[in-house]
């Protein structure tokens, strides 16, 4: 399973929405609130052990699944580093 | 609103390695002081755009002193929703972040923030009915008519809540180590998390961030005694006290978890409890502030007995009232009804009609049932699905909208939005998302939003939601 698929499933599992809900446009907006982010956010980190910081990660990170895989991509990159 | 003046060098207010004491804090609120003496800032309506901090805390303390009256924005909230709720209150000086806003989509606590305090020209008078020195505290609820209500509270009422709450078995006292999660803009996170704790002498915690590691840390590096969160922390948290139990730290043998803003998940409720972790529940409304709390998580889904303050009956529909003394709004709102003659000894001033359906056991413990209006709890923030609707309306490309709720295991309330647009085809879903977020908070952004031919509405011309619910929010196949 590539990066954005990973995410793909770990959004759906997330179950921010309706469980039978499909996330099949990875480009949709996700406009996720607070809440959801934050939960997000660490299953991104006990999935791929990164860290990230919503404090200062910038939020148009979360707009889509193709945006979060970008962000994860790069700190992902640099861990490895 | 006193700040506990019986031991200086105990630490007030901590978040990572920064801490006040309570002489640090008696001082920085002192000085604060001074500078509203300096500006004549005595008595006047004042609006506080302050990210949860120390600071804003300081403020808050400071402004009571010389009888300000407050309005604290959430910082949550949109541009148009802190403009519409100043319009209605028109404050005439403010405090906000200097040099920069004070939007957070996170609510992030920070310790300290450089603010500023300014005085606002205002050609008006102040009218006859209001008071700042009591009006003590101006907070918005969401409106079912879209325009959000303004709830007054005098300081006598702040005062008589805050001394009942104090009787309240296992509230927090002197020694206690309070984790405050949820945010200080609201009754539940200022009055009963800091205020309470700081006019005790217990020392006020905040993490410094809301991750599920970070917060167990401070739970156990602290020695917390009392948390206060909703579902959402606690569903956080809700893998980590297994992975505690497998190292030698432990967290306080008498922590206690109180959650307000709507029931605790069932599931989740029986997880805590097998490892010993009675979640206690809070039920309270802006308007009045705390109503009733049990910190002891027993008997599971009561919220305890009714505060000694309150005057409270249920009426034969199973509604909880309240007699008050004066109305908490500033306007005519239908929950609120004034006294008539006939009963003007039982109930001095009105009565305000909770919209809550509740029950009372026989040894007259609280239990919450549903909202008779449409309100709904996203996060332990009350939110009217009119409010939603109402906006969507004014999109102009939608003809009518519809919202539900249901609820869901991990996520708790969730909405969803139906519009009828005669230019659906051009119209997506992302676009109405997207001109939602200019308009309102978050939080308040259905989930989903599905386009419809037309709204399924009964002979009688009411909105059968039911049908939506059942047709498209849980049988995808037969979604548009």
Known sequence: MNLLQQIRELVRQARLFPQEVEVDDDDAPLLLDSMSTILLITSFEDKFGVNIDYRTVDLNSFRSIRTIEQLIASHVQEGVR | ?480
């Not at chain 2, 700081?198 to 809301?210: D, I, K, N, Q």
């Open chain 2, 1 to 480: 609103m006193r700040i506990h003046e019986g031991a200086f060098e105990r630490v007030a207010l901590r978040c990572g390695s920064e801490q006040r004491t309570y002489r640090q804090l008696i001082d920085v609120v002192k000085s604060k002081v001074n500078e509203l003496d300096r500006l004549a800032c005595i008595r006047k309506r004042v609006v506080v755009d302050l990210p949860d901090s120390f600071t804003m805390l300081e403020w808050v303390y400071a402004l009571w002193q010389r009888e300000n009256s407050l309005l604290l924005l959430d910082p949550r909230l949109t541009a148009a929703e802190k403009a519409d709720r100043e319009r209605m209150f028109r404050p005439e000086a403010g405090v906000s972040v200097q040099n920069g806003v004070a939007s957070a989509a996170f609510g992030v606590f920070s310790p300290q923030v450089d603010a500023e305090l300014a005085l606002y020209h205002v050609e008006e008078q102040i009218s006859q009915t209001e008071s700042p020195e009591q009006d003590a505290l101006i907070q918005f609820s969401s409106g079912s008519s879209g325009i959000p209500k303004m709830i007054v509270r005098s300081k006598h009422s702040i005062l008589a809540e805050l001394e009942d709450y104090a009787t309240e078995p296992y509230s927090p006292g002197t020694d206690s180590m309070v984790l405050c999660l949820v945010p200080l803009c609201h009754s539940f996170g200022l009055l009963s998390s800091a205020i309470h704790t700081l006019s005790h002498g217990g020392t006020l915690v905040f993490p410094e961030m809301l991750k599920p590691g970070i917060i167990m840390q401070t739970i156990v590096e602290q020695q917390i005694t009392h948390v206060y969160g909703v579902a959402f922390h606690y569903q956080l948290l809700a893998n980590e006290w297994d992975k505690q139990l497998e190292t030698e730290h432990r967290w306080h043998p008498e922590l206690r978890l109180l959650c307000s803003g709507g029931p605790f998940p069932e599931t989740l409720l029986q997880t805590m409890l097998s490892r010993g972790l009675p979640v206690g529940q809070q039920y309270g409304m802006s308007e009045v502030g705390y109503i009733a709390v049990q910190w002891s998580g027993l008997p599971i889904g009561s919220v305890g007995s009714i505060a000694k303050r309150l005057q409270a009956e249920v009426t034969d529909e199973g509604e909880l009232v309240l007699a008050l003394n004066q109305s908490p709004y500033r306007f005519e709102q239908a929950q609120w009804v004034p006294h008539s003659g006939t009963d003007r000894e039982a109930y001095a001033g009105g009565r305000l009609f909770t919209q809550d359906l509740v029950s009372l056991d026989e040894l007259g413990r609280l239990y919450i049932g549903k909202r008779k209006n449409d309100q709904v709890s996203i996060g332990g923030l009350k939110v009217a699905i009119s409010e939603i609707e109402q906006v969507l309306r004014t999109h102009p490309q939608i003809v009518d909208a519809c919202v539900v709720s249901y609820e869901q295991p991990s996520s708790g309330t969730v909405l969803e939005a139906f519009v009828v647009s005669h230019e659906a085809a051009e119209l997506a879903e992302s676009i109405i998302k997207e001109w939602l977020s200019d308009r309102l908070a978050r939080y308040k952004i259905p989930r989903r939003i599905r386009f419809i031919n037309e709204i399924p509405v009964s002979p009688a011309g009411k909105i059968i939601r039911g049908v939506l619910l059942k047709e498209y929010c849980h049988e995808p196949a037969a979604a548009n």
